[in-house]
């Protein structure tokens, strides 16, 4: 998954085709999604094979002018233009299907427009990103929690290691101030006793979401 980290939302999925594709990155997006079935951990997409086999190559870093080429070819409504998380939608879903052009729409061949970030890249018990508040650092991330209507990131899972008690604390992305993917840290614009607050809050408030819908 690629992850925008100027919205904290996941804008591609990268598809394994070795079998059939070898050696071919092939990116889809949520707005091509049919339907996601989590039980079965399948998504059906609107795209044939022959498409996907077809489509622009592409390799990192993922430019506003790959983007352009990907969504031209599958004439997909640009997520950068509007005032919503998807354009002018709040969730990719709810875009409209019929083919459109973006040609002159956003940022130059030139410009190198990229928030993109692997979530692979940014996640790891060893190797993920390093985080720190305003004093001091408190983990690396591990995991992300998704919205599955929106595919926003709703939060970063962060262990804490011996930085800080408690071991994993969930961070809100309206936390995070900064990326740094030279340094591969993230900083939050809050301190750490304010993070773990927050973060005992969510976690007791998403239990006693589960438990309210586990007895209704």
Known sequence: ?????ENWAIRYLEIDTLKWLPGKKV???????DSVDLLEKRISIFATKEQIKNSPSVDEPITRKVEGELFNYY??????????????WFSPNQIPLESTSIEGMGPSDDEDHSYLRSMNEMKGKI??????????????????????????????????????????VVVSPEAIDSVNRLSQEIYLNEKKEEILTKSKRSLSGRIDDIGKRNTG
């Open 127 to 168: 190797n993920g990103y390093m985080v720190t508040a305003k004093d001091g650092q408190i983990g690396k991330v591990i995991d992300f929690i998704l919205d599955d209507e929106s595919w926003a990131i709703d939060s970063l899972v962060i262990d804490t290691g011996d930085l800080l008690p408690g071991k994993k």
């Open 1 to 5: 998954m690629y992850v925008d980290s």
């Open 27 to 33: 990116l889809v997006s949520p707005i091509s999604f």
């Open 75 to 88: 004439g997909w409504s640009p997520y950068w233009i509007g005032s919503g998380l998807w354009g002018d």
